[in-house]
Structure formats: structure tokens, C-alpha cells
């Protein structure tokens, strides 16, 4: 299973990214699919996660900014990032994990819930 991150950039406070996670090895409509992030000196943090069924659940410190959305005929799952702020800075990843057809609600916010991740991209968000 790989995960291939990519669509992150220098954008300034206010503007729009998507980022794009490309999964092979793995059907995104039968696993969660979740999006992290790590900011400079704290530890990776959970952004958003879809289920095999379309189920998400998105941080509250990203709720109706971000939305995780998938395209099951591309095998990729999107972050559409707006009015994004500096403290969005940071490298995001993506991460698969659990068993196939699982739950169709529930996403866990926990690393340990993931045991394939994506190499990460650099998103930067200028003030």
C-alpha cells in the first residue's frame, strides 16, 4: 500500500489549497482515509478522515474551512483547504488504516489507528 501526497505550496492567509492523496494497493471506497498534519514543534494532529462509506469527520479547528472528499474512480482523496491562516503551517500526510468495510462513522483521530502513511507536503501559509 502507498500513499502519494501532493498539492501544497506558499500560499498568503486567506487563500485556498487542495491537496490530493493518491492510494494504491488500497480501494479508498472500502478504508478510511484520513489527512494529518504536523506543525513546526507539536506532534502530528489529526485534520480530517472519510470512510469507506463517505462518512467524515473534519477537527474542529479546521471545520468549515477544510473538507475531505474522494473520487473512488481516481483511487485519491482531497483536502480542500480554504481561507487558510499561518497557523495551518505545517507538513500534511495522509494515512490509511483499519480493515476493510469497517465502521461506517467512526474515524480515529489516534496515529496508532493508521498503518500506512504518505510521505507528506509542505504547505505554508504566509501572513
Known amino acids: 500500500v502507498q500513499l502519494q501526497a501532493s498539492g501544497g505550496g506558499l500560499v498568503q492567509a486567506g487563500e485556498s489549497l487542495r491537496l490530493s492523496c493518491v492510494v494504491s494497493g488500497r480501494d479508498v471506497s472500502k478504508y478510511t482515509i484520513s489527512w494529518f498534519r504536523q506543525v513546526s514543534g507539536k506532534e502530528r494532529e489529526f485534520v480530517a478522515g472519510i470512510t469507506w462509506s463517505g462518512g467524515t469527520t473534519h477537527s474542529d479547528y479546521v471545520k468549515d474551512r477544510f473538507t475531505i472528499s474522494r473520487d473512488s474512480d481516481k483511487n485519491t482523496v482531497y483536502l480542500s483547504m480554504n481561507s487558510l491562516k499561518p497557523a495551518d503551517t505545517g507538513i500534511y500526510y495522509c494515512?490509511?488504516?483499519?480493515?476493510?468495510?469497517?465502521?461506517?462513522?467512526?474515524?480515529?483521530?489516534?496515529?496508532?489507528?493508521?498503518?500506512?502513511w504518505g510521505q507528506g507536503t509542505q504547505v505554508t501559509v504566509s501572513s
Open positions: 494515512a490509511t488504516g483499519g480493515s476493510a468495510l469497517g465502521s461506517t462513522w467512526y474515524i480515529s483521530s489516534y496515529l496508532a489507528g493508521y498503518e500506512y
